[in-house]
């Protein structure tokens, strides 16, 4: 099931979310929450950012696992998802420093490093909240639209719009990496909460597939429709077409 909670802007969608996520983090202190990189999400990890010099929240039991990461990047790379958990987050607050996993986009043995970021995924005993953002083209994670939903942790080809959509973030569009490492769609609906945020006009026809569209592997965000705890933080624009 989906609930949709409505915000006006970009600012109201990232207070109301990082609301949520904070409940989250206050209700079980050593919750595991998997993480999500993009520019939607900025917002609520600079209201959590808030929070926590605020002294409303303490992040020393919280452990982390994230969606994906590029191959080939470096994590001193200023794009590697790495860099923008440290840069928006991990470095603010008060997470031991153990605590952080994401792929490892230099690991040369794909096979390996897919199967160690399951087993970290597993060991951690299950993600209680999983934050998602949505591409254009509805993937989540880097799950692209395909013919079949990936179970587990991959690396794949990104989409042509999905290179496009992110070559803003580097200097040409030829310098954006063309495979990532990936969470699977399985990893992903096994999380027992899922949180997503979604804003701005180019989001619309992806938040409407999601929400009301067939389930379908071309549109993976349509699976979250069968996850029984997913809520859905969206401004106007992203919900513009409902
Ligand atoms: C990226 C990420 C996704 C993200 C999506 C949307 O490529 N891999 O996790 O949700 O695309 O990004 P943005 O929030 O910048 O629109």
Known sequence: MIKVIRAKDYEEMSRKAAAVMAAQIISKEDTVLGLATGSTPEGLYANLVKAYQAG???FSKVRTVNLDEYQGLPRE???SYYYFMNYHLFQHVNMAADANNLPNGMNEDIQAECERY????????GVDMQLLGIGGNGHIGFNEPSDHFEQKTHCLAL????????SRFFASEDEVPRRAFSMGIGEIMAAKKILMVANGKGKAQAVKDMLTGPVTPQVPASILQFHPDVVLVADEDALSLL
């Open 56 to 58: 409303n929240l303490d």
């Open 77 to 79: 790379h200023d794009q």
């Open 118 to 125: 399951h087993g970290v995924i597993e060991s951690m005993g």
């Open 159 to 166: 989409a042509e719009d999905t290179i496009k959509a992110n």
